[in-house]
Structures are given as C-alpha cells and as structure tokens.
C-alpha cells in the first residue's frame, strides 16, 4: 500500500494589544464584561456611521510581519467580506483581500532537534466578530449573542500548506505564541479566545503533487485539541483515500469530548464571499520611514536570543530553548546570571551561568508550575536577585542543596529572602566535624540491619543510611560528605 502524505496549513487569528477596537473608539478589553456594554453604533453596524483605521493596530501587524522576515506592502487596502453568519451584525468584515498588510515570511522552530521551516503566505489585518452564547442561563434552549467582541483588532497569519505531522503544527503554533508575546503584540492566550487557530488539511500519497481537497477544521481551544483535532482528520481522510472514497472539501468542527471532527458546512471558496474594496477606508500607505522605525524598535526575537544563550554562557540547545521560552524568563535568568557574577567575582560566566540554569530549569520550574503553567517570577515575591543570593550561599558552603531547596520553597511562600530564612529556620550547613561523627555514629548504632546489608554487598543500603544522616541533621550537611563519613566508620567497626 502507498504511503499516505499528511499536507496541513494554518490560519491563526490573533486579538491586538490595543486599547480601542479596529474601527471605534470602544475598548477593545471586553473579557469578563456584562454583555453588550463595549459597543457603539460603528461596532453594532448602524446605517450611515463610518469607521476609522486604528493605527497601532496596522504598527502592530506591521511589527509581526517584521519579525518573521515578510516583505510589507507599501500600499494595502480593506475589503468588505459578504456571508450571512449569525455572529456578523453588519453581514459582512472588513477584512484585508487582495492587498494585505505582509507578504511571504516564514517560522522558525525546533522539531525533534532539527530545524524546522514553515513559509507564511500573509498576514492580514481584520475586525473580529460577535461572540454567540449558546444554552445560556438568561433564555434556555437559545443563543443570545454579545457584540462586545464585534469590532475588536484581529490579524490572520495564514501558513503556506508546509507542515506534514500533527507534531510539526504545534510546533509551528507556539513559535507563533512565544515570538508574539515577545514583542508584545498579543497576550495570545487561547482561553481567552486571543489566539485562535482553523486547521486545513489533505492526504496524499507521497510522491503525488497535486494537493487533495482540503478539509477546515475549527473548534479547536488548546494545544492538545488543536493536535488531536489534527491527528483526528488524517486519519479519517486516509481512510476514505484508501477506500477510493471522495474527499468532500468542506468545513468540520472538532467534539473534543469524543475525539473526532463532525461536518458543518460545505468550504467557501473566496469568490463566495464576494470581496470587494471598503468604500468607507481609504488605502494604507506604509512608508520606508515608518517600516524603518518598527524594525527599530525590535527587541532580540527568541530564535536569537536562544542561540546566544548557547554561545554566550555554554548551554545545549534545548537548555537555551527552554531559557528562552518568555522573554520574562529569558531576562529573570540573565539578571541572576549577572548578580551571581557581582557575588561571585573570581568565577567565570559560563560556570556561574550553567548553575543558575539547573535551577532555573530545575527547582524554580517546578515552583512556578504550582502557582500555574504560565506564571514568572514577577507573579512572587521572589526577584532574580534573591535567586542569585541562595545560591551565592549554596557557593560559600553556608547551606547545602538540601536545604537551598526548602529555603526556596519558603522564599515563594514569601516568608523572607534567603538568607533571613537560614536564620530564622537554622538551617546553616554544619561545619562541627565532631557534631557530624556524633551523628554518624548514632546512625550507625541505631541502624544494625541497614549496616549488615551494606557490608554484604547491598550498595542501596547506603543510601538508606546517608538518608537517616540527612533526616537526623535537616539536610545541614552535604549528602557526599555523609556518604564519605559512613562508609569510613563503618569500615572502621568491621
């Protein structure tokens, strides 16, 4: 049997960072609102009231075309896009058709420790719609609509038909996420429906250059539905294409609840929406200054900032990935870096950089992920600075790593910084040589099975008493040390 080639494509929709909305002055912040009080005659669709091009919103677009290397047109215009959804009050968007904002481009991202490459085909700028709530408590059985949305700054970033694995789609997708959050283009934050992705997707059997008849799949919330949705419909589609079956190009939403897609409705083409040039805005011209000034003013982009890390302070690539995943990470890291250099001055960047690293990708993840997926150290009381002193402490032998991980857990619990925690707790590391052979020897006495285990061969048995050691001193003295000491008297009591 041939083998089956996946083609997917895809269009994201993007909710600006304005204040206002793309055509009104409402505010364009409209979630968690009551219903229909962000609205004015512009964005509900009165006769006879003109809209106004929202100029950050057109910077802001202009901006992400910049960042992902696409040519920007120095004349785009708006047009009306005509179909009769319930969630369109004016029955048609101002949209962006023949004369787009950005043109070509492409996205950069690591897939399996390999680059991979998507081209873009445009990025538009466009009004977003009404929001329908279906089911709602006001009227059961219904759908009441709220136009708070209506109006609110929407860019499409529309793929080439590049991506050929459900895995390389999300790929794609957060390096969209994570390079605008970057440059501060969008919260992008699928919950709140500010990033929202529609999948087109064919089979074809590899070797075949004609595209198969594409299928649209919407309803898709998250990273995890957006991948199963995905996985979903190839493999539905190689079904039918095996079966000699026809593929019908259409629209079908995503039942995460049973895991499969459903059809909606048949797929238009762009002669069925009946574009034509918005008579109420006159065309945009994007001049050199302007483009120049945008280019300006972009802030080192993730992909860079990655590979510097891997050069500058010694990471592997995946350690600078991860490093670099916010920019709010990428800058905590890099100014404990440089406030553990201050403390530390006889040590080089690398070796300091590499330590704040395990730690940051370590036990200060881990603390962050309880607080919730995205949170950053500016969501605490704990500063990169206060990172930098813990382990400017661990350096100096005055804790051990034990206890830096259960004076970090009090630090996010904000019961004061580092070194006031070691206080107020004791937990300085013991230096008393004949306080730790104590210890020891007690261990040893109190522990006669775990000693005869040992010295049998069972090596595990040394770490159960090195465990005992820890436990009996808080973690106030350093495992390898414990290890060295028992394995000594032990061998002396032989």
């Avoid at 179909?83 to 492409?106: A, H, M, R, T």
């Avoid at 085909?121 to 006001?138: G, K, P, V």
């Avoid at 459900?166 to 934050?189: E, F, M, N, P």
């Avoid at 007690?442 to 285990?453: Q, Y």
Wanted: proline share 4%; glycine share 4%.
């Amino acid at each position: 049997m041939k083998k089956i080639q996946p083609v997917i494509g895809l269009e994201v929709h993007v909710q600006l960072n304005t204040r206002s909305k793309m055509f009104c002055s409402c505010s364009r912040d409209y979630f968690n609102s009551e219903p229909n009080t962000k609205v004015c005659p512009v964005c509900l669709g009165m006769p006879g009231v003109l809209p106004v091009i929202n100029k950050k919103a057109v910077n802001l677009t202009i901006l992400t075309g910049l960042a992902f290397d696409c040519s920007i047109s120095p004349i785009s215009s708006f047009a009306r896009k005509n179909y009769p959804y319930p969630d369109l009050v004016k029955g048609y968007q101002i949209s962006q058709f023949e004369e787009p904002l950005c043109i070509g481009g492409k996205i950069s991202f690591m897939l399996n420790n390999e680059i991979s490459e998507v081209s873009l085909e445009r990025i538009h700028l466009e009004e977003d719609t009404a929001r329908l709530i279906h089911n709602n408590s006001t009227v059961q059985d219904s759908s009441l609509m709220d136009i708070n949305r209506s109006g609110v700054p929407l860019m499409e970033v529309v793929s080439d038909p590049d991506m050929h694995s459900a895995d390389q789609a999300i790929g794609y997708l957060k390096k969209l996420r994570q390079t605008l959050r970057y440059i501060d283009v969008s919260d992008a934050d699928m919950e709140k429906g500010s990033f929202r992705c529609d999948a087109n997707i064919s089979v074809r059997y590899e070797g075949d250059k004609t595209l198969g008849n594409k299928v649209e799949v919407k309803n898709m919330n998250s990273f995890r539905s957006i991948h199963r949705a995905i996985e979903t419909e190839i493999e539905r589609q190689s079904k039918m294409l095996n079966a000699g079956e026809e593929i019908v190009q259409e629209t079908r939403g995503f039942v995460d609840a049973k895991g499969i897609t459903v059809s909606q409705r048949s797929k238009e083409q762009a002669h069925d929406y009946r574009y034509f040039p918005e008579p109420d805005l006159p065309p945009l011209f994007n001049s050199d200054l302007t483009i120049s000034n945008l280019k300006t003013s972009l802030k080192e982009l993730p992909n860079i900032k990655s590979k510097r890390f891997e050069k500058q302070y010694g990471l592997l690539s995946e350690e600078s990935e991860l490093l670099a995943s916010t920019k709010q990470t990428a800058d905590n890291f890099e100014e404990s870096v440089k406030e553990y250099q201050k403390l530390l001055k006889n040590n080089t960047e690398i070796e300091l950089a590499k330590t704040v690293a395990n730690w940051y990708m370590g036990d200060i993840a881990k603390q962050l992920n309880q607080i919730s997926p995205d949170a950053e150290l500016q969501d605490t009381q704990v500063s990169p600075r206060h990172i930098s002193e813990l382990l400017q402490l661990i350096h100096k032998k005055q804790i051990t790593v034990s206890s830096a991980k259960v004076v970090l857990e009090k630090m996010f619990n904000n019961e004061g910084t580092p070194s006031n925690i070691v206080d107020q707790e004791g937990l300085g590391q013991l230096n008393n040589t004949d306080a730790i052979i104590e210890i020891i020897l007690n261990v040893i006495k109190n522990n006669e099975k775990a000693i005869r285990d040992y010295n049998s061969g069972k090596t595990s048995a040394l770490g159960y008493l090195v465990g005992q050691v820890m436990k009996e001193t808080r973690g106030r003295i350093d495992a390898n040390e414990a290890s060295q000491l028992l394995i000594k008297k032990i061998s002396e009591k032989k």
